[in-house]
């Protein structure tokens, strides 16, 4: 693309978006070319901030008569670097934050209709007004966006009983390569007329097309959660106590996370209010969760014979129930926060994988030792959804070592890790998607059929190459 061809391209977005609409001064483009992790920043020549699905439409009109590549982006919250643009200078920014309207709320037929600009906790809030519940819940539920989780297919800690974001949708609304608008703001929950096209665009990474509304299916609030933060001796233990709760609660065990006595340091040296929610460390801990429905006082008394149950056959060794909201909120945050606290100890290794529930506590064994290994002194920090098998295998440095020195060895521990994974018949992106970060690695986890299939969707819904170009997809 030549700088006659993006000058071309910025007059018209000018012309188009009208004042507040586009930025293109370094300081105002700043926060939208850097993720929080630091390991992407990029240059744009603009960014494009519109406020309607018009809007859009009419910038992917121009983006395609000029063939400049275009690369959505919510609240900037991805971990993969997908929402960053490169460092060519090609690459508009559009950002669609301006477009956080909730469109329609409906308690009767338990369906939110809402922007992609929106936050998730503005979703949340959404739903509350009417007594209903979003159920999709992220540490960075006050700034991420709707758009940027069904995009991504966000997991989150409830996906143990409502599912991943593909499954909480009904309908959606997606701008195209070309600029048409595909309306598919559906709130039916049947309808077998042809292929469901939402399901493309849902952890698509915006490669196929721009959401920029969705339908978002709403559940009954729970009467009560009840939370209990247990100390368990191994990953193994936890496991049986997963398959206990599941046996007794059923659809009612909404959360079941696995965290590290390292973790859980972290949190009490960088996380601000963070308190020791016991008072005897343990190796391992479980966050375990269950939603009433009406019967509440049946619920506790069936949790507090659970977990009565569970210290007799030696699963637990020591626990806190949750003796009101505030006390639940802050067992949460805890788990909620141990990936940013890890900041602050130094450099951190990443992967978020996923492995067959009944496998996670033997992966946990043999990827520790084999980065302990690799590494010696390293602080492995994995914690997760130990319920749907998803754990965020993270690795901090040494004391005492040099940062930069560390984080060049990402690639080989990350091959490293990741050949485990696949041994153990996981997935090496569980919940974060691909983004730029691991496109490099899509050849060797997806057969050729899988690969030439999604080229072929990728040719069909964007044949100029403009939408986010250099994402998912590998060369």
């Given amino acids: ?193 042809g292929y469901d096209l939402k399901q493309l665009f849902l952890g698509s990474e915006g490669t196929l097309g721009i959401i920029t509304a969705a339908v978002l299916k709403l559940f009954p609030r729970p009467a009560e959660r009840l939370a209990a933060f247990l100390a368990v001796p191994t990953p193994h233990e936890a496991l049986a106590l997963f398959n206990r709760a599941r046996a007794a609660a059923g659809p009612q065990l909404t959360g079941f996370e696995i965290m590290p006595r390292i973790g859980v340091e972290f949190c009490l040296s960088h996380l601000p209010g963070a308190r020791d929610p016991l008072e005897t460390p343990s190796p391992w801990y479980v966050l375990m969760e269950w939603s009433a429905g009406t019967d509440t006082s049946a619920a506790e008394s069936a949790f507090e014979a659970l977990l009565e149950e569970a210290m007799e056959a030696g699963l637990v060794s020591d626990g806190a129930l949750a003796a009101s909201e505030t006390q639940a909120r802050a067992f949460w945050a805890m788990r909620h926060g141990m990936s940013e606290v890890q900041r602050h100890e130094g450099g951190s290794i990443k992967h978020d994988v996923s492995v067959p529930v009944a496998r996670v506590p033997d992966f946990l064994d043999v990827a520790t030792k084999a980065v302990l290994d690799m590494v010696p002194g390293c602080r492995p920090v994995p914690f997760g959804h130990l319920g749907d098998g998803n754990i965020h295998f993270n690795v901090s440095q040494p004391l005492g070592a040099d940062k930069a020195d560390y984080l060049a060895l990402w690639d080989a521990m990350n091959a490293r890790v990741h050949a485990i994974v696949q041994d153990f018949g996981g997935s090496i992106s569980a919940e974060h998607g691909i983004g730029r970060l691991k496109r490099p690695l899509m050849a060797d986890v997806k057969d050729g059929v899988s690969l030439d299939l999604m080229r072929s969707l990728k040719a069909t819904f964007d044949p100029q190459g403009i939408l986010n170009p250099g994402r998912v997809l590998p060369d």
Avoid at 24 to 46: I, K
Avoid at 122 to 128: H, L, R, S, V
Avoid at 169 to 192: H, T
Wanted: aromatic share 4%.
């Fill in 1 to 193: 693309m030549t700088t006659d061809t993006t000058q071309a391209a910025l007059a018209a977005f000018s012309a188009l978006l009208g004042p507040g609409g586009l930025k293109t001064a370094p300081e105002d483009t700043a926060p939208f070319l850097r993720e929080w992790r630091d390991l992407y920043q990029g240059t744009t020549p603009g960014v494009l901030l519109p406020q309607s699905t018009e809007a859009v439409s009419a910038i992917m009109k121009v983006a395609s008569e000029h063939g400049v590549p275009i690369v959505p982006q919510g609240g900037n919250t991805g971990l993969v670097g997908g929402q960053i643009p490169d460092g060519t200078g090609r690459e508009f920014v559009l950002s669609l934050t301006r477009m956080n309207r909730v469109r329609g709320v409906d308690g009767e037929g338990n369906t939110l209709t809402v922007e992609a600009g929106l936050t998730l906790q503005g979703a949340q809030e959404a739903a509350e007004s009417v007594d209903r519940l979003f159920p999709l819940s992220l540490g960075s539920e006050g700034s991420c966006t709707i758009g940027g989780n069904l995009s991504t297919n966000a997991g989150g800690t409830a996906v143990l009983a409502y599912g991943n974001a593909r499954d909480l949708v009904l309908g959606l609304e997606v701008v195209l390569a070309d600029g048409r608008i595909w309306s598919g703001l559906s709130s039916l929950r049947k309808d077998n007329t």
